[in-house]
T-cell receptor, first 114, second 110 residues
Framework: DAGITQSPRHKVTETGTPVTLRCHQTENHRYMYWYRQDPGHGLRLIHYSYGVKDTDKGEVSDGYSVSRSKTEDFLLTLESATSSQTSVYFC?????????????FGEGSRLTVL | QQQVKQSPQSLIVQKGGISIINCAYENTAFDYFPWYQQFPGKGPALLIAIRPDVSEKKEGRFTISFNKSAKQFSLHIMDSQPGDSATYFCAATGFQKLVFGTGTRLLVSP
C-alpha cells in the first residue's frame, strides 16, 4: 500500500466552475503525477512534480494547473471546467528517483462536467 | 499522437488459453517498459516490467517479450484465468515520465 489518497472520489460540476482535486501521500516521495483516463486514450499525463514547488507539464496540460506546497500534497486545478474535462483522474507516485517506470496509483477521482 | 501503440483493443480468451497483447513504440529514448493491470473502479497496478537489454522476462504466468530492433514488445498470459479479466496497459518511460498505450480489455471466459 503506497498510501495515496485522492479527494474527492466523485464530483459533478457545471461548465465554467473551478475544480480542485487533491492527492495526498503518507510518505515523502519526490515524484508525483496527475493522469487522466478516457476511453480510447488510455492514461495521459497532465502534470507532474519532482519536489515542492517543482512541477512540469505533461502531454495534456492545457486547462489545468497544479501546485505542490508540501511534499505530501499535489493539487490539480481546473480553473474553468469544460465538458471535455469530464474524465477519471488518477494521481500516482514514484517511490524511486530512478527511472523505473514503476508508479503507484490512487483509486481515482471521477469528474463529470455538465 | 500516441507514442505507444497497443493492440488489440479488446480480447476474449477461453480459460486455459494464451492471451497476447502487443505494443510498439517509436521513441528510442524510452528505457523501461512496464505493463499495468487495471480492474474496474481501481487504479492501474504494475504487473511486470522489462528493460530493453533483456529479450524476455517471465513472472509466473506472465511473460514480456521484447524486440529492440523492431521496437515492439508484448505481454503473454499463459493459462489465462477468469480472474485475469481486466484492462491491460503497456507503457514506456523516459526522463521520469511514463507514457501509456490505449489499453486492452481482456475477458477470459470460463
Amino acid at each position: 500500500d503506497a498510501g495515496i489518497t485522492q479527494s474527492p472520489r466523485h464530483k459533478v460540476t457545471e461548465t465554467g466552475t473551478p475544480v480542485t482535486l487533491r492527492c495526498h501521500q503518507t510518505e515523502n516521495h519526490r515524484y508525483m503525477y496527475w493522469y487522466r483516463q478516457d476511453p480510447g486514450h488510455g492514461l495521459r499525463l497532465i502534470h507532474y512534480s519532482y519536489g515542492v514547488k517543482d512541477t512540469d507539464k505533461g502531454e495534456v496540460s492545457d486547462g489545468y494547473s497544479v501546485s505542490r506546497s508540501k511534499t505530501e500534497d499535489f493539487l490539480l486545478t481546473l480553473e474553468s471546467a469544460t465538458s471535455s474535462q469530464t474524465s477519471v483522474y488518477f494521481c500516482a507516485i514514484s517511490e524511486s528517483d530512478r527511472n523505473t517506470g514503476e508508479l503507484f496509483f490512487g483509486e481515482g477521482s471521477r469528474l463529470t462536467v455538465l | 499522437q500516441q507514442q505507444v501503440k497497443q493492440s488489440p483493443q479488446s480480447l476474449i480468451v477461453q480459460k486455459g488459453g494464451i492471451s497476447i497483447i502487443n505494443c510498439a513504440y517509436e521513441n528510442t529514448a524510452f528505457d523501461y517498459f512496464p505493463w499495468y493491470q487495471q480492474f474496474p473502479g481501481k487504479g492501474p497496478a504494475l504487473l511486470i516490467a522489462i528493460r530493453p537489454d533483456v529479450s524476455e522476462k517471465k513472472e509466473g504466468r506472465f511473460t514480456i517479450s521484447f524486440n529492440k530492433s523492431a521496437k515492439q514488445f508484448s505481454l503473454h498470459i499463459m493459462d489465462s484465468q477468469p480472474g485475469d479479466s481486466a484492462t491491460y496497459f503497456c507503457a514506456a518511460t523516459g526522463f521520469q515520465k511514463l507514457v501509456f498505450g490505449t489499453g486492452t480489455r481482456l475477458l477470459v471466459s470460463p
